[in-house]
């Protein structure tokens, strides 16, 4: 059965303060490890795809790495616009989709 | 502008009570799912298509049904809504259907059954 598990479930941050977030998979058949952002209330708005171990995107103050068997979400000198949760997703060969509990973070000005 | 949406966006109804919930993408993608979501916790996924007659199940597909007759519409149904059934649910669209690319969303339905 495919799991993702994400922590810490929430992080509280000064603005300035860098961090990370973990999301560590379990998958048979791997075709994408994703990072979505979501506001309260609102849908999930994509961030970044990687694919294969070792592989790193960047965005603005955000940067996504990936291992075999974990993601991690590096946020630097993160500012209160950045509060949201965070969702780690897998998506297999077979077209499932699994994703985390998420990881809220909130960013204090 | 390319977009997934849902209808109704709230909704209030009882239990037992026949519903369908609306989703329709118009970006021509391959691929659409439903995912519920509750207080504190990630998606789960409800069913998926990976083309138009195709569809399978999620993780939690009981006491839902859908049916993708067009690529663009992906309806859900709740043919004897319970309260456990209360929950906010998103619709998504992704251009293939082979995985590996990222989804597009809508903007949820807050459902509450009494």
């Known amino acids: 059965e495919d799991q993702v598990t994400q922590s810490p479930e929430a992080l509280r941050l000064q603005e300035g303060e860098s961090s990370s977030l973990n999301c560590s998979y379990t998958v048979s058949g791997l075709r994408g490890l994703f990072w979505y952002r979501q506001d309260p209330g609102k849908g999930p708005e994509f961030l970044f795809t990687l694919y294969s171990a070792g592989e790193e995107k960047e965005k603005e103050r955000l940067k996504a790495t990936l291992t075999k068997k974990e993601s991690f979400l590096h946020i630097t000198a993160p500012k209160p616009e950045d509060s949201a949760t965070y969702l780690c997703?897998?998506?297999?060969?077979?077209?499932?989709?699994?994703f985390g509990d998420g990881t809220t973070l909130t960013v204090k000005p | 502008e390319a977009q997934v949406t849902q209808n109704p966006r709230y909704l209030i109804t009882v239990t037992g009570k026949k519903l369908t919930v609306t989703c329709s993408q118009n970006?021509?993608?391959?691929?659409m799912s439903w995912y519920r979501q509750d207080p504190g916790l990630g998606l789960r996924q409800i069913y998926y298509s990976m083309n138009v007659e195709v569809t399978d199940k999620g993780d939690v597909p009981e006491g839902y049904k859908v049916s993708r007759k067009e690529k663009r519409n992906f309806p859900l149904i709740l043919e004897s809504p319970s309260p456990n059934q209360t929950s906010l649910y998103f619709c998504?669209?992704?251009?293939?259907?082979?995985?590996?690319?990222?989804?597009?969303f809508g903007p949820g339905t807050r459902l509450t059954v009494l």
């Open positions: 997703a897998v998506n297999t060969n077979a077209g499932k989709s699994t």
């Open positions: 998504a669209s992704s251009p293939l259907a082979g995985g590996g690319v990222e989804q597009f």
């Open positions: 970006m021509n993608h391959e691929y």
